[in-house]
């Protein structure tokens, strides 16, 4: 079976891990923080028990085997063997520029590498490595195990292959592609990202408390989840993150972040991931409100 090199062990390389084992995948997950591979065995057999309670499809799935087929690794040396690369650090270009050109000296000839990021173009990451056609953007979902699309973005000198290479790799994971050209937030964050931001506004400006808002969302539009309760989810560092790469890249006020959320990340409130953000989450990671998906 085909393996995987997984990089960034955070919210998403986790998530892109336990789903490339489930439907066997060898897996070799790296994270350049030690803290993070430490806990990361622990976390991933946290998150695939929650998975097999929440998805009759991922009921099935076998402990053992999913943990078995995934090894944590500091260096990126084992990608080497790597027949498909997804990357998922932090959103940030100066790291993710740091990490793909020591990846010039790793990936073998014939790697696909896939860049799982909110905002950042995917044209501007190919052109780090020698083979720009090999590279797609693969933006999945959070909770990737749950969700069953992946926007695949085709920067512009992906090739045909690679394209096809991406959608076949996304119906091996049980998921449906959905092919889009690339432009800095694509299509699933460059309309999101608005709404999360304006949510955040209207909290700021005393319009309405996280509460009501979501409940706008969930009880008038029928969302499975309310744009704050996404943005909790998502991590508001991130969601913090991806605007700035919106607004810089696009040059457009509409994407300038909201003070709130700048000042929620200062304080250390990031949403499900610290334990706190527009609500509080009990130490489990479990939502106190509107336990859901999204994107
Ligand atoms: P995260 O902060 O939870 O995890 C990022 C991980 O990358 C951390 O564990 C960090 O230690 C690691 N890291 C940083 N620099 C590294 C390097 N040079 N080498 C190896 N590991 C490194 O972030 P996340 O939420 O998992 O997001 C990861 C990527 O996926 C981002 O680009 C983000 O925009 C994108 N994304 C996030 C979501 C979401 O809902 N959070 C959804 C889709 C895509």
């Keep these: 079976m085909a393996t995987v090199g997984i990089i960034g062990a955070g919210l998403m390389g986790k998530d ?7 439907h066997g995948y060898d897996v070799v997950l790296c994270d350049s923080d030690p ?3 430490q806990s990361a065995p622990a976390e991933l057999r946290r998150l695939l028990r929650e998975y097999r309670m929440m998805s009759p499809a991922a009921a099935g799935w076998d402990t053992g085997e999913v943990l078995g087929r995934i090894r944590v690794d500091e260096g990126y040396a084992e990608l080497a063997a790597a027949d498909w690369i997804v990357e998922n650090i932090i959103e940030d270009y100066a790291a993710k520029e740091e990490l793909y050109l020591g990846l010039r000296e790793v990936c073998r000839d014939g790697v696909k590498v896939a860049v799982n990021t909110s905002c950042i173009p995917i044209t501007k990451i190919a052109a780090l490595l020698p083979r720009p056609d090999a590279v797609i953007g693969m933006h999945f979902m959070n909770p990737v195990p749950l969700i069953g699309g992946v926007e695949v973005i085709r920067g ?7 394209v096809r290479g991406a959608e076949a790799f996304a119906a091996s994971l049980g998921k449906q592609p959905i ?10 964050n460059r309309l999101s990202h608005l709404f999360m931001n304006e949510a955040a506004f209207l909290v700021q400006d005393g319009v309405a408390e996280p509460e009501q808002v ?5 009880l008038g539009y029928g969302h499975k989840m309310g744009p704050l309760e996404t943005a909790d989810l998502i991590g508001l560092d991130t969601v913090v993150n991806s605007l700035a790469i919106l607004y810089d890249e696009l040059q457009d006020a509409k994407f300038r972040c909201c003070p709130l959320l700048k000042k929620m990340v200062a304080a250390g409130r990031l949403g499900r991931k610290s334990g706190h953000g527009f609500y509080p989450y009990l130490r489990t990671g479990a939502a106190r409100v509107g336990a859901g998906v999204a994107s």
């Design 16 to 22: 892109v891990a336990i789903t490339c084992a489930a």
């Design 35 to 37: 803290s993070v591979r």
């Design 156 to 162: 512009f000198h992906t090739s045909e292959e690679t």
């Design 179 to 188: 092919v889009v050209n690339d432009m800095p937030g694509f299509v699933s």
């Design 214 to 218: 979501d409940a706008v969302f969930r």
